[in-house]
């Protein structure tokens, strides 16, 4: 079945640091891909999206590219903040009427 | 309106109690979800509305009864829960069925004791 497999955490940083997270998915046909936050205490935010392949979904400095031949969504900042501190999970929606989650992975900004 | 509204944040209940998870959104979204999210794990799926149908449930024990009462409304019925049954349960809402991208409600903590 379809899934989505992204970097173990934690990941620590210090502030304006580049940020990399990598996401890979296995799915049939041409899913819909997303990278969502969570920060503590709340609700899930959708931060980015990608429809198709070569789409790249850009939010509050954060990137993410479509790439249909590794078949990855990786979430990329040039320059982070404290204030990104949170849980990133990387999705993809399928026709299924269901979003596929990956495990999350938490990332710590040191000031 | 461009939010998903839960009701109550914080909710504690006895294994005997019946309460209610009350989920609004005024954005025109023709399907709506239930996830619940144990700490430090991703959301799972629990029950599909399309057009105030329910389309899916995910073998969710018959102790949680969803209802649809309109295209705006969504509720979570709960009813003999157990303690495992203590999670955040968030409800999301989409444009459309098919991976369009959520938005999701801020949740509701349930606390079972």
């Known amino acids: 079945g379809d899934s989505v497999t992204q970097m173990e955490g934690p990941v620590t940083l210090s502030e304006e640091a580049f940020l990399t997270i990598n996401c890979t998915y296995t799915?049939?046909?041409?899913?819909?891909l997303f990278w969502y936050v969570q920060y503590p205490g709340e609700g899930l935010q959708l931060l980015l999206k990608?429809?198709?392949?070569?789409d790249k979904g850009s939010n509050k400095g954060f990137e993410a590219t479509y790439r249909k031949e590794t078949t990855s969504f990786h979430l990329e900042k040039g320059s982070v903040q404290v204030s990104d501190s949170a849980v990133y999970f990387c999705?993809?929606?399928?026709?299924?009427?269901?979003?596929?989650f990956g495990k999350g992975t938490r990332l710590h900004i040191l000031p | 309106d461009t939010e998903v509204t839960q009701t109550p944040k914080h909710l504690v209940m006895g294994m005997t109690n019946k309460k209610s998870l009350k989920c609004e959104q005024h954005?025109?979204?023709?399907?709506m979800y239930w996830y619940k999210q144990k700490a430090k794990k991703p959301p799972e799926l629990m029950f599909v509305?399309?057009?105030?149908?329910?389309?899916i449930n995910e073998s969710v024990p018959s102790r949680f009864s969803p209802e649809c009462p309109n295209s705006s409304l969504l509720n979570l019925h709960l009813h003999a829960l157990q303690p495992e049954d203590s999670a955040l349960y968030l409800c999301?809402?989409?444009?459309?069925?098919?991976?369009?991208?959520?938005?999701f409600g801020s949740g509701t903590r349930l606390t079972v004791v």
């Open positions: 999301a809402s989409s444009q459309d069925v098919g991976g369009a991208g959520y938005t």
């Open positions: 799915a049939t046909g041409y899913p819909s």
């Open positions: 990608a429809t198709k392949a070569d």
């Open positions: 999705a993809l929606g399928n026709r299924d009427d269901k979003i596929i």
């Open positions: 954005m025109g979204h023709r399907a």
């Open positions: 509305y399309s057009y105030e149908k329910l389309s």
